[in-house]
């Protein structure tokens, strides 16, 4: 079993910043990508941004140039660091890790973690 637990959220103005971390734990083998999605109230959820084991990185159109992703390998956990964060901002943030289980037969997986608030004030 794999959990995704994510930090970082919170409440900030217009023009500030907020760094989310997502860390994964349990039975992992390797982690391909991870990324961010948000989900806005009464709306479907978006991806955010993705980045690949090597380090390749995706953005959504809306966040690029403010956000940036970024991971560390060695303690499977990835970051979003938003800045010049917008209203339109606002939503819950969740990780997802696409991974190969620890047990015997390295199956593929795709988890999500249980997601954090963002909320921009104007």
């Known amino acids: 079993q794999v959990q995704l637990v994510e930090s970082g959220g919170g409440l900030v103005q217009a023009g500030g910043s907020l760094r989310l971390s997502c860390a994964a734990s349990?039975?992992?083998?390797?982690?391909?990508?991870m990324g961010w999605y948000r989900q806005a109230p009464g709306k479907q959820r978006k991806l955010v941004a993705t980045?690949?084991?090597?380090?390749?990185?995706n953005y959504a159109d809306s966040v690029k140039g403010r956000f940036t992703i970024s991971r560390d390998n060695a303690k499977n956990t990835v970051y979003l660091q938003m800045n010049s964060l917008k209203p339109e901002d606002t939503a819950v943030y969740y990780c997802?890790?696409?991974?190969?289980?620890?047990?015997?037969?390295?199956?593929?997986?795709?988890?999500w973690g249980q997601g954090t608030q963002v909320t921009v004030s104007s």
């Open positions: 349990g039975s992992i083998f390797s982690i391909n990508a």
């Open positions: 980045i690949t084991s090597s380090g390749s990185t």
């Open positions: 997802n890790a696409d991974l190969l289980d620890g047990r015997a037969l390295h199956k593929r997986y795709n988890y």
